[in-house]
């Protein structure tokens, strides 16, 4: 199976149910049901972050112009920093 790219972001823990209801709304990940939509991981002194697929990216390599409208409102909302990531 091949990777693809997909916009992610870091989300604060007390905003993840709240964030993914909506982006299960707006983007959902039809066609990625073995994809975990959040990703937990330990930072320093034991604090937790949390990591989000947000869609999937349209656009060559690292461009974030590609996503879509719905979700650039998410990400100005939460002030979402977006990144490309793999999966």
């Known amino acids: 199976m091949t990777c693809l790219d997909v916009v992610a972001?870091?989300?604060e823990p007390k905003l993840a149910n709240t964030?993914?209801?909506r982006l299960n709304q707006t983007s959902p990940l039809e066609n990625l049901t073995h994809?975990?939509?959040v990703r937990?991981?330990?930072v320093e002194e034991g604090k937790i972050q949390l990591s989000a697929v947000l869609c999937l990216s349209h656009?060559?390599?690292e461009q974030l112009e590609?996503?879509?409208s719905d979700i650039l409102e998410l990400v100005h909302a939460y002030q979402l920093s977006?990144?490309?990531a793999k999966v």
Do not use: D, H, N, T
């Open 19 to 21: 964030l993914i209801r």
């Open 9 to 11: 972001a870091v989300i």
């Open 59 to 61: 656009g060559e390599g």
């Open 40 to 42: 937990k991981s330990s």
């Open 82 to 84: 977006p990144f490309i």
């Open 35 to 37: 994809v975990k939509r």
């Open 66 to 68: 590609s996503i879509p």
